[in-house]
């Protein structure tokens, strides 16, 4: 059977999220595939090429749930008017989604595992979990809360919050049961308790 780039990165970021990335060598990579490293140096150059390949895979899928969900794709920095004219439903509606995303795909399960293992190894790998999974979510969030406000589609409760309190409240339950999840706890259960938790918030702040 032919090896593919993208057996190569699931491989990949499986082992690195398993050892951690300096643990994990090129012939590591090839021998969990059954190839040569010939043969995955035809694809990669470096284990470092392999890794940042893993990081462009992981923001393409984001930007599909995104789309999926009907919730802007880029920052706002980049694309401010996509922020406007946005659901507060759909959007309560993506972070639950979010949660089945980050613990049922196969590729997004390993790379959160990978970076939770990396984050503390150097200022640039925490950047880049706080980037995926910490300040970037949150941000993201106040960011299309906060247009929102402005278009006068949450009540005057969300207004007095404010939208990054807001959008910590709204991620910290999704947080948290991502982890929980990790922990061995009951997938569906803890869906069926985010779903809850979301649906009393929208009905709270939705004018």
Same mark, same amino acid.
């Given at each position: 059977?032919?090896?593919?780039?993208?057996?190569? $990165?699931?491989?990949?970021?499986? !082992?690195?999220?398993?050892?951690?990335?300096?643990?994990?060598?090129?012939?590591?990579?090839?021998?969990?595939?059954?190839?040569?490293?010939?043969?995955?140096?035809?694809?990669? /150059?470096?284990?470092?090429?392999?890794?940042?390949?893993? $990081?462009?895979?992981?923001?393409?899928?984001?930007?599909?749930?995104?789309?999926?969900?009907? /919730?802007?794709?880029?920052?706002?920095?980049?694309?401010?008017?996509?922020?406007? @004219?946005?659901?507060?439903?759909?959007?309560?509606?993506?972070?639950?989604?979010?949660?089945?995303?980050?613990?049922?795909? =196969?590729?997004?399960?390993?790379?959160?595992?990978? !970076?939770? !293992?990396?984050?503390?190894?150097?200022?640039?790998?925490?950047?880049?979990?706080? =980037?995926?999974?910490? =300040?970037?979510?949150?941000?993201?969030? =106040?960011?299309?809360?906060?247009?929102?406000?402005?278009?006068?589609?949450? @009540?005057?409760?969300?207004?007095?919050?404010?939208?990054?309190?807001?959008?910590?409240?709204?991620?910290?339950?999704?947080?948290?049961?991502?982890?929980?999840?990790? %922990? %061995?706890?009951?997938?569906?259960? $803890?869906?069926?308790?985010? @779903?809850?938790?979301? %649906?009393?918030?929208?009905?709270?702040?939705?004018?």
């Amino acid at each position: 059977m032919k090896t593919t780039k993208e057996e190569i $990165l699931l491989v990949s970021l499986r !082992l690195f999220a398993e050892r951690g990335y300096d643990a994990v060598s090129i012939s590591m990579i090839a021998e969990e595939i059954g190839i040569t490293k010939g043969a995955l140096y035809r694809h990669f /150059v470096s284990k470092q090429e392999i890794y940042d390949k893993i $990081l462009e895979k992981m923001t393409e899928l984001d930007a599909e749930r995104a789309r999926e969900d009907n /919730v802007p794709v880029e920052t706002k920095e980049a694309q401010e008017d996509s922020y406007e @004219n946005r659901s507060f439903h759909e959007f309560c509606s993506f972070a639950v989604n979010q949660f089945d995303f980050w613990t049922e795909n =196969e590729f997004a399960v390993a790379f959160r595992k990978m !970076l939770m !293992l990396e984050q503390y190894k150097s200022p640039e790998k925490m950047k880049q979990y706080q =980037e995926m999974i910490c =300040e970037g979510p949150v941000k993201y969030s =106040e960011d299309l809360l906060s247009t929102m406000i402005k278009e006068n589609k949450l @009540n005057d409760e969300a207004k007095a919050l404010g939208a990054r309190n807001l959008a910590m409240e709204l991620y910290a339950p999704l947080f948290l049961m991502i982890q929980l999840y990790d %922990g %061995g706890a009951d997938r569906d259960e $803890l869906h069926d308790r985010l @779903n809850k938790i979301i %649906g009393a918030y929208e009905k709270r702040y939705k004018v």
